[in-house]
């Protein structure tokens, strides 16, 4: 049985979780760097990118993720997550780093404030029908995409907000929150 992590260290654990036990993997918490070791996949979950960031090096857990990314980790970031994900961040607090693998540049909070947070059905070409519902909540938008990197998605204004490359997939907005499981299952076939 595939055994998926989802990052613990802040932000929408739970959401996370039930959708992955639902998808009928073996959900643990991961907060220390042994628990990486246990683990076929992980996802970031949305939250605080930068709160995550810090956190992660207070646990010790960044530099072997790191390592763990790059050496084939399947990993998925929705939000904060993506964030996390991207080799590059515009508008980051001072100092804020991410685990990178994903050869993108990230803007944060690209939609404004939480007040501007919003929900809007996504066609995402390689899941078909119906659109994704998907909840952008103070999101991040892709603003480049490296050559190594393909969008999965773009909102009508032309903004990416879904990309894969190899074993990793990130996400600007919510699934978990709408109920939408396609992404997460595209993730547990990557763990397979
Ligand atoms: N704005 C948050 C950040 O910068 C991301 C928002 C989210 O995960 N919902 O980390």
């Known amino acids: 049985m595939t055994t998926v992590g989802v990052l613990s260290l802040q932000g929408n654990v739970r959401?996370?979780?039930?959708?992955l036990g639902s998808l009928g993997a073996r959900v643990v918490r991961v907060r220390r760097p042994e628990e990486l070791d246990e683990i076929d996949g992980l996802v970031i979950p949305g939250g605080e990118s930068s709160t995550i960031d810090k956190l992660s090096r207070s646990f010790g857990v960044r530099e072997p993720l790191v390592e763990k990314i790059r050496d084939g980790l399947p990993v998925f970031g929705t939000c904060a997550g993506l964030i996390l994900l991207a080799d590059r961040i515009v508008d980051g607090i001072?100092?804020?780093?991410?685990?990178?693998?994903?050869?993108?540049?990230?803007?944060?909070n690209a939609f404004g404030r939480q007040s501007e947070s919003f929900e809007t059905d996504l066609a995402v070409p390689e899941l078909g029908d119906p659109p994704?519902?998907?909840?952008?909540?103070?999101?991040?938008?892709i603003e480049e995409l490296g050559s190594a990197a393909r969008a999965l998605a773009t909102l009508p204004g032309g903004q990416v907000v879904a990309?894969?490359?190899?074993?990793?997939l990130g996400v600007s907005f919510r699934p978990e929150q709408t109920g939408e499981t396609r992404f997460h299952e595209r993730f547990l076939a990557l763990t397979a």
Request: glycine content about 12%.
């Open 132 to 141: 994704v519902r998907a909840a952008f909540i103070r999101a991040p938008v």
């Open 94 to 108: 001072e100092g804020q780093r991410s685990f990178g693998g994903l050869d993108v540049t990230v803007r944060r």
């Open 163 to 168: 990309a894969e490359q190899g074993r990793l």
């Open 15 to 19: 959401e996370h979780e039930a959708m």
